[in-house]
T-cell receptor, first 112, second 113 residues
Framework: DQQVKQNSPSLSVQEGRISILNCDYTNSMFDYFLWYKKYPAEGPTFLISISSIKDKNEDGRFTVFLNKSAKHLSLHIVPSQPGDSAVYFCAAFERGAQKLVFGQGTRLTINP | DGGITQSPKYLFRKEGQNVTLSCEQNLNHDAMYWYRQDPGQGLRLIYYSQIVNDFQKGDIAEGYSVSREKKESFPLTVTSAQKNPTAFYLC????????????FGQGTRLTVV
């Protein structure tokens, strides 16, 4: 049972435009959400997070939006840069169980 | 400087042999995690530990075992019962008490031949 889902395996965006990556979850006990960026054969690196008590968190070019009623979150990158090309993972944390669950990832390609 | 270290980066083993992957952290984190990544797949949770001498099965624990005898260390053993052990394995740690991110090691690529 996939509790965190990223339904788009890949996304291609032109440099300078906005990239929007989406993530859905099913477990209502998740209370903290994170986005990671990953290159091949390396560990993921943390990008941005959001607590379930908020609906938006912004850090530079990166903004995460959380819609609790829809159990949906999204990552906006604007403007997109070639260095943003990577695989992006959405993750969700269940406080009680201390369980951190990841989605399948979305490969983002920024075209010059 | 603080961090999380996985060793070795590449590991080859013959089919039927058990193999142990190392994960060490000096971040003073209570919680540690093991994930597996297959080509084109996400990160799937194998085992996790909230505190020393305690651990829980994740979503794909069959064929794996762990121990947590020290706060700094969370080794993963891939046993001969694991049907498809060839994969990229990632270890992470996290501060249990706060809303913070998990920090990852650089991963171990295990190839079973």
């Amino acid at each position: 049972d996939q509790q965190v889902k990223q339904n788009s395996p890949s996304l291609s965006v032109q440099e300078g435009r906005i990239s929007i990556l989406n993530c859905d979850y099913t477990n209502s006990m998740f209370d903290y959400f994170l986005w990671y960026k990953k290159y091949p054969a390396e560990g993921p690196t943390f990008l941005i997070s959001i607590s379930s008590i908020k609906d938006k968190n912004e850090d530079g070019r990166f903004t995460v939006f959380l819609n609790k009623s829809a159990k949906h979150l999204s990552l906006h990158i604007v403007p997109s840069q070639p260095g943003d090309s990577a695989v992006y993972f959405c993750a969700a944390f269940e406080r009680g169980a201390q369980k951190l669950v990841f989605g399948q990832g979305t490969r983002l390609t920024i075209n010059p | 400087d603080g961090g999380i270290t996985q060793s070795p980066k590449y590991l080859f083993r013959k089919e039927g042999q058990n193999v142990t992957l190392s994960c060490e952290q000096n971040l003073n984190h209570d919680a540690m995690y093991w994930y597996r990544q297959d080509p084109g797949q996400g990160l799937r949770l194998i085992y996790y530990s909230q505190i020393v001498n305690d651990f829980q099965k994740g979503d794909i624990a069959e064929g794996y075992s762990v121990s947590r005898e020290k706060k700094e260390s969370f080794p993963l053993t891939v046993t001969s019962a694991q049907k498809n052990p060839t994969a990229f394995y990632l270890c992470a740690s996290r501060d249990r008490g706060r809303n913070t991110e998990a920090f990852f090691g650089q991963g171990t690529r295990l190839t079973v031949v």
